[in-house]
């Protein structure tokens, strides 16, 4: 188990998807998942550019661990438009031990593949990914 992460392969699709987040903003989320049986991390949902953060939390299984990408757009104390991009590592406490080991162990070389990401949370349940935390992060 302590070398899973060295195996995770990274489908071609996450990166696409995320670039088309980043640069095209054809997204307003995406919902990545580690499919055991390939060993690889695939796209699972797709969220709307009309998407909104309430769509977004809702999209995320309550009792399976998940990687995220999510555009916040907000605007500054300047009264600028702005946007960034946060990474959200997913863990409810009710999700199994085996993926919750999994998931942390591949983090970090999932992440190195979106270039880009801007702000990294991590939840094991609902509040602590409000959006006034992510309101806060950003700021």
């Known amino acids: ?7 995770m392969a990274v489908n071609d699709e996450c990166k696409l998807k995320f670039l ?4 095209k903003r054809n997204h307003r989320y995406i919902v990545f998942k580690i499919e ?4 690889q991390v695939i796209v699972e949902k797709l969220g709307t550019p009309g998407a909104t953060y309430d769509d977004f939390t809702n999209s995320l ?9 999510f555009d916040y ?3 500054t104390n300047e009264n600028c438009q702005k946007s ?8 409810p406490d009710t999700s199994r031990v085996r993926s919750k080991m999994l998931y942390a162990s591949s983090k970090d070389k ?18 602590e990914m409000s ?5 806060g992060r950003a700021l």
């Open 73 to 75: 757009n907000f605007t």
């Open 36 to 39: 055991e049986k390939t060993q």
């Open 84 to 91: 960034k991009i946060f990474f959200f590592a997913w863990s």
């Open 20 to 23: 088309e987040l980043k640069a």
């Open 61 to 69: 299984p309550a009792n399976e661990c998940r990687y995220a990408v």
């Open 110 to 127: 999932f992440k190195r593949q979106l270039d880009g990401i801007q702000v990294e949370l991590q939840a094991t349940d609902p509040s």
């Open 131 to 135: 959006l006034d935390i992510v309101k």
């Open 1 to 7: 188990m302590a070398n899973s992460s060295s195996g």
